[in-house]
């Protein structure tokens, strides 16, 4: 007698697995499951272990500022332009020169510029790990250096300007107390405060400067070699 052929439904049937049927697949494969389980925590471990930490590392630098007559504090130089010449310019010749004290090719970590929102604060910042704290700190260095360099020399011309309107002004009230005219003393009265005016700006004004050397705060883990 032929014996009867399986059923699609059957075959279909047969292939299923009930959870029953898993629980003892694992039970009897329990030591795969627990030598996988052991493979992974053991690459995680290496992971963590292999991978160095990651900083965030920000030199902070306050613009140079004056106060305006209406009181309010402002940059000698607006922050938008002091950033396009951090990016186009210090930031260039910092990280060449920089590259070649080193004998780098190329740098071992990231460098940002930012400016926060509503401050003459410039940020320079790098993302590195603590064994390259002492690179990161040069490069920064050499790229506010500029940065104060400029300042500087703003802050002198901008003082020079200021006294020499100054001197200019205290001439003419000069001129006008030795004269007779008829209008001298609404003149006097006009150069005095504008010749107050002038002092109070000239003692406004700040040279600005390094705020903050290198503060670092962690953000994670990265590879080793980097």
Known sequence: MKAPTPSLHDSERSDDISPVDLMVILVRRRRVVIAMF????????????????????????????????SGELLGLESPNNVLAKMKNIYLIQGVREFLDSKSLKELPFSLTVSNPKDTLLVNVES?????????????????????????????????????????????????????????ANELI??????????????????????????????????????
């Open 38 to 69: 052991v493979g992974m925590l053991v690459v995680l471990l290496l992971f963590v272990f292999l991978r160095k930490p990651i900083y965030q590392y920000t030199s902070s630098y306050e613009l140079a500022s004056y106060v305006n007559q």
């Open 127 to 183: 993302k590195a790990t603590d064994d390259q704290k002492s690179l990161v700190s040069d490069l920064h260095n050499l790229v506010l250096n500029r940065l104060a360099d400029d300042q500087k020399r703003r802050v002198d011309k901008y003082r020079e300007m200021l006294s020499q309107q100054l001197k200019d002004v205290e001439n003419a009230l000069a001129v006008v107390q030795k004269s007779g005219s008829p209008n």
């Open 189 to 226: 009265s006009e150069y005095f405060t504008r010749a107050s005016s002038l002092r109070g700006k000239i003692e406004s004004v700040e040279k600005g400067g390094l705020i903050n050397e290198l503060s670092e705060a962690w953000k994670g883990l990265m590879p080793a070699g980097c």
